[in-house]
């Protein structure tokens, strides 16, 4: 058979087409997205911690991006505001995982949101994991597409109470809590009770329980009962915003005793409402924390949330928005990790991966040290019980949420 040799001129011209397509391809490669999705309560009754979220997360997805996104693809977080309503986180799930095809979800905030959201996570058969709830169980009964970079309020209450009636010498304490908010009701309703029983610390109270609703300006009659029963310490149980207004009456009353509460107390700005009572509280990460990975994130996002409108001028990165931020670096770390190509054929195996890969997770390196997840999906992690003292949270006791020779401890 006669073979017949291409003329010059096609053949350039079929090279020059061949490169045209490689190039094509190696900018659709470029130009692939990974998507994330966040669901923050931007507004609403806690605002400020949503917006600090977003601004950690656009921090985070620049960060990513500028190192060269993952595995090459660029990295995009749509951030949805679910206004702390459970009804809006849900249906902002649904947008995520529906429209937007995300692989996973930060989020949502709230325990209140979490009891509706990670049901529907589970239909969805997409991951969510809370930056903020800590109210025993919501994620135990929602496995198993349910997270939390959390630690269970009863398990850090167990070490908080002991260190605070040894500091302060407690015998008594008089409970109030938000009863509208779900981690803020548990803790004063039933986790410190139990705590402080177990501690031989009696509640001046127990008969007659004190509380008020997210929101509420006005807690003199609260505070003034609490005043006449002068107990030797106060259980505020309450998001640090709400504990602001307690912690103002109390310097207002003269109740100057020493507080105690659950990782809801902690802020910097709680500490400036009465500069005069001891506030004792757990947490896994605070803005004063040494270590070079903490105080590299604080560096970073610090001036970062200054700038960011809406937010006090004094503002400092919150356990939330540590929280936050190792969750979205999870699940780089899975998407890098375990396969996941990020392509629309794809979602649903991607989407199981990042599943796998968080139940499997021990010693990830989070800011404030390794992390892992336990079988009823909350965070295996260090935390600290602090005091606030001047202006700042001291570290007093170090405690881990599992047994120390666990990989995410």
């Known amino acids: 058979m006669l073979k017949l040799k291409p003329k010059p001129s096609r053949l350039l011209g079929t090279l020059a087409a061949l490169a045209v397509a490689l190039g094509a391809g190696s900018a659709s490669a470029q130009a692939q997205e990974i998507a994330l999705g966040a669901i923050v309560p931007s507004s609403g009754p806690f605002a400020e911690w949503g917006r600090s979220n977003s601004v950690t997360l656009r921090m985070l997805e620049k960060q ?11 990295l995009k977080i749509t951030i949805l505001d679910d206004g702390a309503k ?13 429209d937007e095809k995300v692989l996973a979800i930060a989020g949502p905030l709230t325990s ?34 349910a997270f939390r970079n959390t630690i269970d309020e009863g398990v850090l209450a167990k070490t908080t109470v002991p260190y605070f009636k040894k500091a302060f010498n407690i015998k008594t304490v ?3 809590f938000d009863a509208k908010d779900a981690t803020a009701a548990t803790v004063g309703k039933a986790i410190m ?10 509640i001046v109270n127990e008969s007659d329980p004190l509380s008020f609703n997210t929101g509420d300006l006005d807690v003199s009659a609260q505070v003034t009962k609490l005043k006449s029963l002068n107990p030797d310490g106060v259980v505020v149980s309450a998001d640090y915003s709400q504990a602001i207004t307690v912690l103002r009456e109390m310097k207002r009353q003269g109740l100057i005793k020493p507080v105690v509460g659950a990782t809801q107390l902690i802020s910097s700005a709680i500490l400036k409402a009465a500069p005069e009572i001891p506030i004792v509280a757990p947490a896994t990460f605070f803005a004063t924390m040494k270590g070079e990975a903490a105080e590299k994130f604080v560096a970073n996002l610090q001036p970062l949330l200054r700038k960011e409108s809406g937010l006090p001028a004094e503002i400092e990165p919150s356990m939330y928005d540590a ?9 780089i770390d899975a998407i890098k990790k375990s396969g996941v190509t990020g392509k629309p054929a794809d979602v649903e195996a991607d989407r199981a991966k990042i599943r796998d890969h968080l139940a499997k997770l021990e010693g990830f390196q989070g800011l404030g040290g390794p ?3 336990n079988d009823e999906g909350d ?11 001047n202006g700042t949270w001291d570290t007093k006791v170090r405690g881990c949420s599992s047994a120390p020779n666990h990989a995410g401890c």
């Open 86 to 98: 459970p009804a809006q986180a849900a249906s902002s799930l649904r947008k995520l995982a529906g």
């Open 174 to 176: 008089g409970i109030i």
């Open 371 to 373: 992390i892992g997840f």
């Open 112 to 145: 209140s949101a979490a009891e509706v959201t990670f049901p529907v996570a589970n239909e969805m058969k997409l991951v969510a994991t809370s930056q903020a709830s800590s109210k025993p169980g919501v994620a135990k009964l929602n496995r198993p597409w």
């Open 64 to 74: 990513t991006n500028d190192a060269g996104g993952i595995n090459g693809a660029k």
């Open 193 to 202: 009770p139990a705590v402080l029983k177990a501690n031989e610390i009696a």
């Open 323 to 331: 929280n936050i931020y190792e969750i979205v670096s999870m699940y």
């Open 379 to 389: 965070a295996i992690k260090a935390f600290y019980v602090l005091q606030g003292q």
